[in-house]
């Protein structure tokens, strides 16, 4: 069995396509063009090349965007000022301030005070909440990603048994809710979980997110089940070279899954979809439009 490829690039690009499409119905039928503000804090690699590509999503979306870039140095009141002047900005409709913040920084105490109808990374406490007792709110992109996948993938949801390998509040809690929400019945696995291996292989659905590579071996999977590897992890190769692996090893476990997600290519173009979803979705919620179905 060589397991089927999830291509998380095509779709991610249809569903940018549709809220391309959602853009201009705003625009011809209620003059409104989403606004997407972006904080970046310093100077982190790494964040600079995902934000880069975030803005370049949302230009070719037809978005209007605001990019602030503070110091690294900047103190958490000031951080704070900016946030409250973003929540009060009516052309803004959604807020995402990058992670990792500087050391001087609470993340939480920023993501705290954004405005929940502007949150459209997901965390904000309230959000969280609305996840997890059915609500409407905005709905963390990585795991909404992950999610779409599935739904793509599989027939139906109902009743399969998921695993998921991360307890993070970025990216395993919520996804636990959503797979929930879809009537799988779900185990939450994490570093402390007995008998890991055994736990991953009853999963008709397993979702890595655990940040380790190549951790979940072929040997850990179910015959034919589903893989969704979120892991982003730089390794060096026998020649020396960096590449980017995922918390899944791929060889292996391709031999023995019905389908797995690459890495690259799987997961991380769904996450920036799924943030210009948000937005738009954000848009039409602050003004009472009705929402396109995306």
Not at 126 to 148: D, I, M, Q, Y
Not at 234 to 239: A, C, M, N, P
């Amino acid at each position: 069995m060589v397991a089927r490829l999830i291509d998380g690039k095509a779709r991610a690009a249809a569903l940018r396509a549709r809220v391309a499409e959602a853009v201009q119905r705003l625009q011809r039928e209620h003059g409104v063009v989403p606004g997407l503000a972006t904080v970046l804090v310093g100077e982190d690699p790494a964040s600079q090349v995902y934000v880069r590509s975030k803005h370049k999503a949302a230009l070719d979306a037809g978005f209007r965007n605001f990019e602030h870039r503070p110091r690294a140095g900047i103190s958490e009141p000031e951080l704070l000022g900016l946030v409250r002047e973003l929540n009060a900005d009516p052309e803004v409709d959604g807020v995402l301030v990058q992670l990792p913040l500087p050391r001087q920084i609470k993340a939480r105490a920023i993501i705290d005070a954004l405005d929940p109808a502007k949150d459209v990374d997901g965390f904000h406490a309230r959000n969280v909440g609305e996840l997890w007792s059915g609500e409407a709110g905005l709905v963390p992109c990585t795991p909404f990603g992950c999610l779409l996948l599935l739904r793509e993938e599989l027939p139906s949801l109902a009743g399969l048994e998921a695993v998921v390998l991360g307890r993070s509040t970025i990216v395993g809690k919520p996804m636990a809710a959503l797979l929930l929400a879809s009537d799988c019945t779900v185990t939450l696995a994490h570093s402390r979980t007995r008998d890991l291996p055994a736990v991953a292989r009853r999963a008709d659905i397993l979702v890595a997110a655990v940040g380790r590579a190549e951790m979940v071996k072929g040997s850990w999977i179910k015959p034919g089940a589903t893989v969704i590897d979120v892991g982003i992890n730089r390794v060096v190769g026998l020649d020396g070279k960096p590449r980017l692996v995922g918390d899944v090893a791929f060889a292996e476990a391709q031999d023995v899954a019905g389908a797995i997600t690459p890495v690259p290519g799987g997961v991380g173009p769904m996450t920036i979809a799924c943030l210009l979803r948000n937005t738009v979705v954000a848009a039409c919620r602050r003004r009472g439009l009705t929402e396109p179905e995306l």
